[in-house]
């Protein structure tokens, strides 16, 4: 009996624990965007929440900017891991 409840408590523990790993990725993009990305395009930004773009050209804008834009490049604040999350949470998955 001993044997199967710390089974079950191990088994508890992980799915939670896994749980909350995929749900931090999406708060995690969440709260970089607000602290980073909001100012210039707001929190509720009307075109990017829902995002099409292809992860990609997402990626390539994020880290190198656009010309003739004031989106400069972020190349230096965000890992590849951050932006993933900023696109997740964007893209609403």
Do not use: Q, W
Not at 18 to 24: G, M, Q, R, V, Y
């Amino acid at each position: 009996m001993k044997k199967i409840i710390k089974l079950f408590l191990y088994t508890t523990s992980a799915v939670f624990f896994l749980a909350s790993l995929s749900n931090s990725n999406e708060i995690s993009g969440e709260n970089l965007f607000n602290r980073n990305c909001a100012a210039c395009h707001k929190k509720t930004a009307p075109n990017l929440l829902g995002t099409t773009l292809d992860y990609n050209v997402f990626k390539s804008i994020v880290l190198n900017g656009r010309s003739g834009t004031m989106m400069g490049s972020f190349k230096s604040k965000f890992s590849e891991h951050e932006v993933k999350s900023i696109y997740s949470f964007l893209r609403g998955k």
